[in-house]
């Protein structure tokens, strides 16, 4: 380029935003256009950005001398060369500007020119740099993350290979990223828990990009751990999976907690069933001595009173009626008594007839006027069965008169092929959440579940539904199919 050439061209140079320098085939300055003139213009007076403001510098000579700026020194003065030989297309080299221009990022481009010399380019890239800086930053902090993790952490693709595992992984499984990067290797999982994990992956779905898996899976040491495995899958615009990432955490602990709480509370359950059978056998022994013990001297005391009265004056015959009387009303109360704690006709009569008769009681105690819908039963259920359906039935109807504020209520027994329903409804205030201290359908729930039943609520309003469906097993133990 000659020098008229470069004069012709002033104006189109003097107008970048970039810093421009031109070189002579020997290295020394020809033209810097405005912007290099800005940068100098802002450095300390010793600054090699000014020197190379002077026609005719030697600016490979000055790079060499200035080993201690940023920009400048032997590296950048080698590179220089190369290109001014031909030995090199292209030479960059970026820097951060020191002292006055600290936070200033030049990135610098070095092209032959095509009449000789080189043609010297510095780009402010400083925004672009805090961007890099930060995206590095970021990148950083999320490995450092993912590494200080406590759960094993994987991407893959959706053909199954990998694209990233933690530290964690690879300790928890005893493989290193090398072999597994790349390829479809999978943990082992229990040959019982596969076709649940299929099942799984086979859900996920644009709609549904996330599932939570938890499987059986051996560990480095060969130990077979149970972990959780939450999934979350990316989909290209065809709805095909293209990347799943999947964190899992081992929550064999957790597991073997909740595996004592089931047994802890399978043997409050048991211990509880054991207390109300002892609890019936209780009832049933002192609703037979009421019965037969108390009920039989009450008797003998009328008898007795019978044969005094021909002995008595007149007086006498008046105390001795009111006495009969007063028995009479003693021996009523020991009947009703013996009855409640344990009604003789659910051994005698059966569920069904039991279950009429204590309706009927319970509506002309109350004043509810009460319907009722019971089924014949072929066969009569098993003693604790029928013990616990009528216990149910009496809990329910306690509730209602306590706080339904009902004017009639209904009852449904109905027997299916596998099951016996008992459901009864009012036409009450319902309720919209249990009551406090309330025990009620608490205890109706556990006399249902140790027959493996199941009481579902409907608590309305108007009006609330307590159905409690149970398996039918006879005397013999036998369930009803």
């Known amino acids: 380029m000659s020098l008229s050439v470069v004069e012709v061209s002033r104006g189109v140079l003097d107008a970048l935003t970039a810093g421009i320098v031109v070189l002579d085939d020997a290295g020394g300055v020809r033209f810097v256009n405005a912007a290099f003139r800005g940068f100098a213009q802002v450095q300390p007076a010793d600054h090699p950005f000014r020197e190379a403001c002077t026609t005719g510098c030697d600016f490979l000579g000055l790079t060499r001398r200035a080993l201690t700026r940023p920009g400048f020194g032997t590296l950048v003065a080698d590179g220089l060369a190369a290109v001014l030989a031909g ?137 077979m751990r149970w972990m959780q495995f939450v999934n979350r899958a990316t989909f290209d615009a065809a709805g095909r999976v293209t990347e799943i990432q999947s964190v899992g955490r081992d929550i064999t602990s957790l597991k073997a907690v909740g595996e004592a709480l089931d047994q802890s509370r399978a043997s409050l359950r048991a211990l509880l069933a054991e207390t109300e059978q002892v609890r019936e056998e ?3 022994a002192i609703a037979a001595e009421i019965h037969d013990e108390l009920g039989a001297a009450l008797t003998a005391a ?81 003693e604790s069965l029928r013990v616990d359906l009528f216990r149910i039935l009496q809990e329910l109807l306690t509730n209602v008169a306590r706080h339904a504020g009902a004017t009639r209520v209904a009852i449904v027994l109905s027997a299916g092929r596998e099951a016996l329903t008992l459901s009864v409804s009012d036409d009450g205030a319902g309720f919209t959440r249990p009551r406090e201290g309330g025990l009620g359908l608490a205890g109706i729930r556990e006399r249902a579940r140790r027959h493996g039943g199941l009481v579902t609520v409907d608590p309305g309003p108007p009006g609330a539904r307590v159905r409690a469906r149970i398996p039918l097993v006879f005397g013999s133990g036998e369930v009803q199919r």
């Not at 221009?101 to 805090?130: C, I, K, N, W």
């Not at 059966?350 to 002309?364: D, H, I, Q």
């Open 87 to 223: 030995r090199e297309a292209v030479f960059r080299y970026a820097f951060a500007c020191d002292q006055a221009m600290a936070s200033v990022f030049f990135a610098m481009e070095a092209t032959p020119s095509a009449e000789g010399g080189l043609v010297l380019a510095y780009q402010d890239v400083s925004r672009q740099h805090q961007l890099e800086c930060a995206l590095r930053a970021s990148e950083e902090g999320y490995r450092t993350v993912v590494e200080d993790q406590t759960e094993v952490i994987s991407r893959f693709a959706g053909d199954g290979s990998f694209l990233f595992v933690n530290e964690v992984y690879c300790r928890f499984f005893g493989k290193s990223e090398d072999e597994l990067l790349g390829r479809h290797w999978h943990p082992v999982a229990h040959p019982d828990d596969l076709p649940l994990i299929n099942v799984q992956l086979a859900r996920l779905s644009p709609d549904n990009p996330v599932v939570t898996i938890e499987n059986r899976v051996w560990s480095a040491s060969g130990e």
């Open 282 to 284: 209780e009832r049933k």
């Open 302 to 382: 009328v008898f007795g009173l019978n044969a005094l009265a021909p002995h008595v004056s007149e007086e006498g015959v008046l105390a001795l009626a009111g006495l009969r009387s007063t028995l009479a009303g003693a021996s009523l109360t020991a009947r009703e008594i013996s009855t409640r704690l344990r009604p003789p006709m659910l051994d005698d009569l059966g569920l069904v007839e039991t279950c009429r008769w204590y309706a009927g009681e319970w509506s002309r105690t109350t004043g509810i006027r009460v319907t009722t819908r019971l089924a014949r039963l072929g066969r009569e259920p098993e």
